[in-house]
């Protein structure tokens, strides 16, 4: 006979399953959602600016901000308006 483990007798939730404090994001509207993060990252994305390889720094709403000849450099530039870079492919 196998010992029992209190902890099995108690129901546990999955960890992908959707806490009490999450449920605000099922009542974003569309522009609220679209707004997220707005203020919190930048995104970087390769691009040719007069057939020169660029990079364009742009914000999470999807508005060009910037454009550096490297990549870090845009990271750089990012990091010190105290927002999160991200990539885009």
């Not at 569309?30 to 364009?56: C, I, Q, R, S």
């Not at 845009?74 to 927002?83: E, K, P, V």
């Amino acid at each position: 006979m196998k010992p029992t483990d209190k902890n099995n007798d108690q129901k546990q939730e999955p960890a992908s399953a959707p806490k009490p404090q999450d449920n605000w994001l099922r009542h974003l509207s569309v522009d609220e959602l679209a707004n997220l993060g707005v203020n919190y990252v930048a995104y970087v994305k390769p691009m040719t600016v007069d057939g020169v390889e660029a990079y364009g720094i742009f914000g999470a709403d999807g508005e060009q901000i910037g454009v550096t000849p490297g990549r870090d450099t845009a990271f750089a530039a990012i990091r010190q308006h105290d927002l999160e870079p991200l990539s885009v492919h």
